[in-house]
């Protein structure tokens, strides 16, 4: 196996009792958390260690199945235990538990010689503290806790790593990446994403204005709806307003091109606008997850509202992502780190250009300021739609040890 000179630094470190490898997206940290827990697990026979991921599918598809094929690779010997979730090293002796941080309360138990946190941004300060307090086994040659992830703005993280060893890699600087990758990043986020999600910084992303990148000058437009082209239907279910958004994409840039906005308003009444302005349509809905829903005073959801009144190509949903990663993917579409404008809106949706220019954070807090009962409907709903097709957060296309 070969490693980056900044996974060098950070395997190599066995005298940190707290060592952080904070990088981009792609930059090797998952190779490097799974590689640092099969190090501490064969310094530390008759013991066992602790890699956890934000959530089980994360664990699961990435921690987990990254790990096992390093056991592979390097030839070790190895039982999985797949009910307990722990994988067994035969020689030396010793155990890897793989847990989530969804539930910190449940990482509480017996004495361990490491933990790994694997993208410690998207856990909890809870989960840290729990995993620390637990790293306690007397029989631990070798005690160290360490995190691997992605910034995710001035969180606790953060604070973490001015306080202890940190090793700082940019996606850069894996030589072992997809030719294309990184020329793919730079495209697809904006300057401030750049900064974070390719350089590895911290950056503050939740102050002032969510949608940062919108600029009047730039984002407005005197396209309109294009019988011709295909129609898009971006849906949200908040009933006073109940907003939806029309889009269309032209030469391959997404256009607003209408919105409906109701007030007191159910599926049912938006629905019926939508067909009364664009008759015998046949559209593609994109919204929000909660539509999936049965309700107990019905027993149809609001999408089969809609397909029962709309002609629909596909409805295109998935469980709603972190809202930070609705928002960046937003702001990157209205303007990339190139200049590259692919979100445009007709001047005449009155509604959306406010949402993009008055939807703020709430001071100090991470979170969208929901305050106004006017305000982050419909940019809401053309956010689930460029989440669904251009998702912010992915995981690289490596295979580090292949070499040519």
Known sequence: MEFTAKQTEFLSDVSSPHIAFIGGFGSGKTYAACYKALGLACANPDTAGMLVSPTFPMLRDTTRRT???????????????????????LEPNAEIWFRSADDPNKLKGSNLAWVGLDEAAQMSKEAYDISLSRMRDPKANIKQLFITTTPEGFNWVYDISQKIKMVHSSTEDNVY????????????????????????EFVLLNKGRVYYCFDRNIQLTDITYNPSLPINLCVDFNINPMCWAIVQTVEGVDVVVDEIVLR??????????????????????????????????????????IKSIIKTRDINIKPDPPVTDRVNSVNSRLRNSKGDVRLKINRNCKT???????????????????????????????????????PIRGRAKVTQYNLQ
């Open 67 to 89: 790990f096992l094929e390093i056991l592979q690779l390097e030839e070790v010997s190895y039982e999985l235990k797949i009910t307990e979730n722990k994988i067994r090293i």
């Open 177 to 200: 990446l997809d030719k294309d990758y990184v020329e793919m990043l730079y495209s697809s986020y904006d300057e401030q994403l750049v900064k974070q999600y390719i350089k590895g």
């Open 264 to 305: 007191n308003a159910n599926t049912e009444l938006a629905a019926n606008t939508f067909i009364n302005k664009y008759p015998d349509k046949v559209v593609s809905i994109y919204g929000d997850y909660s539509g999936t829903f049965r309700h107990t005073s019905s027993p149809t959801t609001d999408y089969d509202i």
């Open 352 to 390: 959306t250009i406010r949402d993009f220019e008055q939807v703020v954070y709430k001071e100090g807090k991470r979170e969208i300021d929901k305050s106004s009962l006017d305000l982050t409907h419909i940019s809401d709903a053309i956010g689930y739609r460029i989440e669904y097709l251009y």
